[in-house]
Each structure stands twice: as structure tokens, then as C-alpha cells.
């Protein structure tokens, strides 16, 4: 199997539809992640890889015009593992308010995703010791070890 993690930016999200959206196109494709709305508004998106591929697509096809994908990673999993197995953050999508950004970076962080992060909004994460402990988890290489 293999896991892809997408960062996604767009310049606000604010209507209570468009947060829907985003909450229902993530659970219909089996995504996990968190959604900080408001100005800006970024999306950070785990699960299967063609899963991640269909998701922005998905949203297109509802009128969402402005999003980009700022970052991706793909990792491949050893054999008999599952998507799920290989996860770093949770299994449900979860919404987080406008002034959430401290805790959108910290989740990353905990999973061990502060630099994938970080490098996609092109942020710098070291100055305020945020992503210091980008160590835990697979950090999201490719053919991560067990």
C-alpha cells in the first residue's frame, strides 16, 4: 500500500458550506486530517494515495476554484501492511477553527510531520523551536522502516 499526505492551501475558507465540503470529501474518500478555516485556510490530508489524488478534483467538481497543493508525500509500506498501520495522524478529518494555527502546527509536529509542514507553506520552523522534534515517527520518507 501506499500512503500519500497532501498540505493544501487557499486564501480563506469561511462558508459554512465550503467546510462541509471539504469534512465530506475527505470521509467519502477514507482521509484523515485537519482543515484550519479562515484566512488562510489549509488543509492537511492522509490516507490512501489515490485517495489524495481524487480529493482536490473532488472539490473542484463542487466550485472550489482556489487551492493549491503545496506539498505531497508518497511512502510505501511493507508487505502485509495497511494504509491505517502507517498512518501519522488521525483516522477522522477533523475541523479546526480560524485561530488554530499554533495547534494545526502542533499536531503536525507530534506526528512527526513539522518539516513536510513547515517546507510546503514554506515556512521557516526552527526560530521559534517549532518542528523541533521532527525526528518521531517516519517523517514521511519514503519506504519508511518499520
Not at 28 to 37: F, N, P
Not at 77 to 87: F, I, L, N, P, T
Not at 90 to 100: A, H, I, K, N, Q
Not at 101 to 108: A, G, I, K, N, P
Amino acid at each position: 500500500p501506499v500512503v500519500g499526505r497532501r498540505v493544501i492551501n487557499s486564501p480563506y475558507i469561511l462558508k459554512p458550506a465550503k467546510i462541509r465540503d471539504l469534512k465530506k470529501c475527505a470521509d467519502r474518500l477514507q482521509l484523515g486530517g485537519y482543515a484550519k478555516v479562515g484566512k488562510p485556510g489549509i488543509v492537511v490530508i492522509e490516507g490512501p494515495e489515490a485517495s489524495c489524488k481524487q480529493y482536490c478534483p473532488m472539490l473542484q467538481d463542487l466550485g472550489w476554484k482556489y487551492q493549491k497543493v503545496q506539498g505531497e508525500q508518497q511512502e510505501q509500506g511493507a508487505e502485509g501492511e495497511s494504509v491505517d498501520q502507517m498512518r501519522l495522524l488521525p483516522t477522522e478529518f477533523r475541523v479546526l477553527g480560524e485561530d488554530s494555527m499554533s495547534e494545526l502546527s502542533r499536531v503536525c509536529r507530534e506526528a512527526g510531520l513539522a518539516d513536510f509542514f513547515f517546507t510546503s507553506l514554506k515556512m521557516h520552523n526552527s526560530a521559534s523551536g517549532i518542528g523541533a522534534d521532527a525526528s518521531k515517527g517516519r517523517g514521511g520518507k519514503k519506504g519508511g522502516k518499520k
